[in-house]
């Protein structure tokens, strides 16, 4: 499994736009093939970060996501972002 989990940085008073425009991407990704989870949202406490969280069963997945997926251009919004894959090798409830 992979996942892929960070956030961006954008000016506030653009954030819920910019979320906003993501939904049909989200909407889009959670019903292609290998798809476990997916989720671009704003950050509950810091109006300047939108959070990024993808689970995917396999890299040929995402591979073929990523072929398909056109996602928005949003120009310069993004300011910075901190994304990053990781391989998991085992999964078990938190608590």
Same mark, same amino acid.
């Given at each position: 499994m992979?996942?892929? @989990?960070g956030?961006? +940085?954008? =000016?506030? /008073?653009?954030?819920?736009? $910019?979320? &906003?425009?993501? @939904?049909?991407?989200? +909407?889009? =990704?959670? /019903?292609?093939?290998?798809? $476990?989870d &997916?989720?671009?949202?704003?950050?509950?406490?810091?109006?300047?970060?939108?959070?990024?969280?993808?689970?995917?069963a396999?890299?040929?997945d995402l591979d073929h996501?990523?072929?398909i997926?056109?996602?928005?251009d949003?120009?310069?919004?993004?300011?910075?972002?901190?994304?990053?894959?990781?391989?998991?090798?085992?999964?078990r409830?938190?608590?």
């Amino acid at each position: 499994m992979l996942i892929i @989990a960070g956030h961006s +940085r954008v =000016a506030p /008073e653009r954030r819920d736009a $910019l979320v &906003a425009e993501f @939904a049909d991407l989200v +909407r889009r =990704a959670r /019903e292609a093939p290998g798809c $476990l989870d &997916a989720a671009i949202t704003a950050d509950s406490v810091d109006p300047g970060r939108i959070d990024v969280l993808e689970r995917w069963a396999s890299q040929a997945d995402l591979d073929h996501w990523r072929s398909i997926a056109h996602a928005p251009d949003v120009g310069d919004a993004v300011l910075a972002t901190k994304v990053s894959l990781f391989e998991v090798s085992a999964e078990r409830p938190p608590f």
